[in-house]
């Protein structure tokens, strides 16, 4: 029999705060171990904990982005567990009843087909610390710069049927938070960790299978294959006649391969119950609104009105609204360009292989939205040709102006007078008779031939519309 894979995911990502999400310490990344953690976040004797106000309207800001229940009473709850990178001996997180309940995001599988996810409940938590064991010979260094760093916890349903599935959907997780501005996302930076729930079971159970999680997975290719094996790894105890222990494991992508952590815990070995040093969080309709009002147009609706506004195909669309910067990037370029045709090809085709060559984010390119709308209207009216515009989209990269200094300083205007283009073609024509025959008694591909030559003999700068129309007029048999 078939075998279905069945996954959940819990994603934690880091909230956009400048301080901590019970204390007033700061959340800087890569500062020096322990310069970051005050008397709360080391859990010290008499010190009490205070709600940021931020934190709220970011988890907020994410319920409205997925359409989700936003709860207007939520508690914070103790969870208990002894690690030394927990100096309380506990996390504050929220259990029973979290601050964003039930909501949903769309996926795009494969075979272009839309899927639906749902999101169980994304709530708010405090982060740990961080274990060091490379650092120190047999032992184990502590840095609670982390600790009560604020995150959302954010919990699917086990919708996910293959390891790209779970993958597409931690992606557009990722695009959701970067997208409405609560989280930078930076996953080597640990701002975006995913943990995996997987299990097997046989095609048309009901039943779930034994799960196990993997933790803390910080690259959404890791994600990938970490899932694969695993799955595998069930398959293959359960044909054997053995079966799944619940746990937790660690994948190691030097071996490909995910290895046991820890017997898995469930919510009662955690002792939840309400923390006594925070009250309900209460929130009333025009909080909720207040968060919510700023919200951009979000990733699912800016993409289908390119489609609609732009008549950009399903891929086109997804490309340019794979990000914010990138997206408002293209509309710019659209705006300044006057052709939105041109703006896709342009910003999915040089500028993305530039920025991939160069190993740039979208906003650290030195073309600006406004130089390269320049440069396709110089195109537009046949100032240059399309392959001429690939060099001066080269300098200006390398930072020689915008579009009409380049040309200008090159000597790449295109050359579009009618009499000067049959003139070199005359001569192209007259050097070359063999070849004149060949295509007049009907072998076509002859014609190539010429329009290279032309090309070349005008250093690329003939119009190639003009060029190819001149030649079937003066090749005519």
Same mark, same amino acid.
């Given at each position: ?22 204390? @007033?310490?700061?959340?800087?990344? @890569? ?86 996810? @749902? ?88 039943? =779930? ?24 790894? *069930? ?54 609104? *207040? ?100 060099? %001066? ?52 591909? %002859? ?27 003066? =090749?005519?048999?």
């Amino acid at each position: 029999m078939a075998w279905e894979t069945v996954i959940g995911l819990e994603i934690h990502t880091q909230l956009a705060t400048r301080s901590k999400i019970f204390s @007033g310490a700061p959340t800087t990344f @890569g500062a020096a171990p322990n310069t970051q953690a005050c008397a709360i976040d080391l859990g010290l004797p008499g010190v009490l904990p205070v709600l940021n106000r931020q934190a709220v309207v970011l988890a907020v800001r994410f319920g409205r982005a997925i359409e989700a229940e936003i709860a207007e009473r939520s508690i914070f709850a103790r969870k208990n567990y002894f690690y030394p990178d927990l100096p309380k001996g506990y996390q504050i997180s929220q259990y029973e009843l979290p601050v964003v309940g039930r909501g949903r995001v769309t996926i795009v599988l494969d075979d272009g087909s839309l899927k639906t996810i @749902g999101v169980t409940r994304a709530h708010l938590e405090e982060d740990a610390g961080k274990s060091l064991h490379e650092d120190f010979h047999g032992l184990t260094g502590i840095d609670l710069n982390r600790a009560g760093t604020p995150l959302l916890e954010i919990v699917s349903e086990p919708d996910m049927r293959s390891a790209k599935e779970a993958v597409a959907y931690a992606r557009k997780i990722h695009q959701i938070v970067r997208w409405i501005g609560i989280s930078d996302g930076n996953m080597q930076e640990g701002s975006f960790r995913v943990d995996a729930n997987v299990s097997v079971r046989r095609e048309g159970e009901a039943r =779930l299978g034994t799960r196990t999680e993997l933790k803390n997975l910080n690259s959404f290719r890791f994600l990938e294959k970490a899932i694969t094996f695993e799955v595998e790894r *069930q398959i293959e105890l359960i044909e054997a006649g053995s079966r799944v222990v619940q746990e937790t494991r660690l994948y190691d992508p030097e071996r490909d391969e995910t290895r046991s952590m820890r017997t898995k815990e469930e919510a009662n070995d955690y002792r939840y119950f309400p923390d006594p040093d925070l009250l309900p969080l209460v929130l009333d309709t025009a909080f909720i609104e *207040q968060a919510a009002a700023d919200l951009p147009e979000l990733p699912d609706a800016k993409r289908e009105r390119f489609r609609t506004a732009y008549g950009h195909t399903e891929y086109d669309a997804s490309l340019l609204t794979a990000n914010r910067e990138l997206a408002d990037y293209f509309e710019a370029v659209a705006a300044a360009g006057g052709d939105a045709k041109l703006a896709a090809n342009w910003v999915n085709g040089e500028l993305a292989a530039a920025l991939n060559r160069d190993g740039r984010e979208m906003t650290e390119s030195p073309v600006s939205a406004e130089m390269l709308g320049g440069l396709i209207t110089r195109i537009r009216d046949n100032t240059i040709s399309g392959k001429l515009a690939k060099q %001066v989209f080269e300098a200006m990269w390398n930072g020689e102006g915008d579009a009409d200094a380049v040309i200008a300083a090159r000597g790449l205007k295109q050359l579009t007078d009618s009499g000067e283009i049959e003139r070199i073609i005359d001569a192209i024509v007259a050097a070359n008779p063999e070849q004149a025959a060949q295509y007049r008694s009907g072998k076509d591909k %002859v014609f190539g031939f010429f329009v290279g030559q032309v090309m070349k003999a005008s250093k690329g700068k003939a119009n190639p519309q003009q060029v190819n129309e001149l030649l079937k007029a003066r =090749l005519k048999p």
